[in-house]
C-alpha cells in the first residue's frame, strides 16, 4: 500500500519568516494530495490540496508543489503568524472511487515564535 | 451546530470493557470514516463506509468493529478495550462527487482512555 513519510516532525520559526513541510509518498498511482492543518482540541481541516496534473498551487500565504518525478510535494508557508501554529499532515491518495483512501504522514508541528 | 459530531469527548475506561464511539453527520456525504492518532504515528485508518451496504477494514482493524446504522451515522466498538488503545479517535465524512478527489471532514475526536 501506500506509504507518505513527512518531516521534519517539530518546526519552529519566527513571526514573518517562511515555513516549509516535506512529503515523500511510495505508490506512483498516487494523484490527489492534500494537507491539513489540525489546531488544539480540533479535528484536521483541510487547508490546501493538489492533483497530480498540477505542479504548484497557491492560496494567499500558503502553497504546495508537487514533482511527481520525485514523488515528493511540499508545503510552503511565507510571512508566518502566530495562528499558523499547529500540527499539519501531508496525505496521499489515489483515485475517486473505491480505491479512494486517504494516507496520511506523520505530522509536522509548527510553533511560530514572536 | 457543528457538521461533524462525536461522543463522547472524552472517556475513560478499564481494560476488558466493550466501550462504543458514535459520530454522527449533517453533511449528507456516503462516505465516512474512522481514525485513529497516536503522538508521531499520525493518522491511521481503523474502517471505513463508501455507502449504508458498504464496510471496509482499514490499516489498523483489528480489535475494533463497526456499524453503519444510517447514511448519517457510523460506530466505532471495541469488543474488549486493552490499554494500547488508548488513543485519540477521529470520524471523517467525504462526497467525492463533483470534481472529484477526496476532501475529507473531520469531527472534533474523542480521547479515549484504557486503563
Known amino acids: 500500500g501506500e506509504n507518505v513519510e513527512q518531516h521534519p516532525s517539530t518546526l519552529s520559526v519566527q513571526e514573518g519568516d517562511s515555513a516549509v513541510i516535506k512529503c515523500t509518498y511510495s505508490?506512483?498511482?498516487?494523484?490527489?494530495f492534500p494537507w491539513y492543518k489540525q489546531e488544539l482540541g480540533k479535528g484536521p481541516q483541510l487547508i490546501i490540496d493538489i492533483r497530480s496534473n498540477v505542479g504548484e498551487k497557491k492560496d494567499q500565504r500558503i502553497a504546495v508543489t508537487l514533482n511527481k518525478t520525485a514523488k515528493h510535494f511540499s508545503l510552503h508557508i511565507t510571512e508566518t503568524q502566530p495562528e499558523d501554529s499547529a500540527v499539519y499532515f501531508c496525505?496521499?491518495?489515489?483515485?475517486?472511487?473505491?480505491?479512494?483512501?486517504?494516507?496520511f504522514g506523520t505530522g509536522t508541528r509548527l510553533q511560530v515564535t514572536l | 451546530d457543528a457538521d461533524v459530531t462525536q461522543t463522547p469527548r472524552n472517556r475513560i475506561t478499564k481494560t476488558g470493557k466493550r466501550i462504543m464511539l458514535e459520530c454522527s453527520q449533517t453533511k449528507g456525504h456516503d462516505r465516512m470514516y474512522w481514525y485513529r492518532q497516536d503522538p508521531g504515528l499520525g493518522l491511521r485508518l481503523i474502517y471505513y463506509?463508501?455507502?449504508?451496504?458498504?464496510?471496509n477494514k482499514g490499516e489498523i482493524s483489528d480489535g475494533y468493529s463497526v456499524s453503519r446504522q444510517a447514511q448519517a451515522k457510523f460506530s466505532l466498538s471495541l469488543e474488549s478495550a486493552i490499554p494500547n488503545q488508548t488513543a485519540l479517535y477521529f470520524c471523517?465524512?467525504?462526497?467525492?462527487?463533483?470534481?472529484?478527489?477526496?476532501?475529507?471532514?473531520f469531527g472534533p475526536g474523542t480521547r479515549l482512555t484504557v486503563t
Open positions: 496525505a496521499a491518495s489515489i483515485g475517486t472511487g473505491t480505491a479512494s483512501k486517504l494516507t
Open positions: 463506509s463508501f455507502d449504508v451496504k458498504d464496510i
Open positions: 471523517a465524512t467525504s462526497d467525492p462527487g463533483g470534481g472529484g478527489g477526496n476532501e475529507q471532514y
Open positions: 505508490d506512483s498511482a498516487s494523484n490527489y
